[in-house]
């Protein structure tokens, strides 16, 4: 039994070729009876430029208003980061931790500092994920 391989390359060798025949006879062939091959013809089309697309100006036109809002998004996220765990007085954190002992400030920074630390970090990780988005966006 031979396998369909030697089938087609026995059907690929014995196919006779006419030398005289170009693709674009044969694709007149391929047509309905009655059709023109002149109106299928798209030389004369001139090309159209991709960045003319008002589609394109429409997303570019939504994303530079998300940009902006995302940039909103960033300065608020890095002035709660600011607040959780800055290094000026007024943070969170050091307010906590310069609470004097024995108070409820000092239980707070002893359970909850790494917390609030951790937390920032991660604000931190959104933030800059975020501004990745941003400059990738400008391109």
Known sequence: MKTFTDRFLKVLSEAP???AMTDADAASAQLDPGTDPAVLDVQDVPEL???ANPANDMVKQQNAQFAGQIGEWVGKVEEFIEYLNGIG???VNSQ???APCDTIMDDIARSE???IGRIAQDL???SE???SYLIANDD
């Open 96 to 98: 906590i931790n310069s």
């Open 49 to 51: 430029d991709p960045r």
């Open 89 to 91: 007085p007024e943070s």
């Open 124 to 126: 931190r990780s959104l």
């Open 129 to 131: 994920s975020l501004k």
């Open 17 to 19: 070729e006419d030398p």
């Open 113 to 115: 500092t790494k917390k």
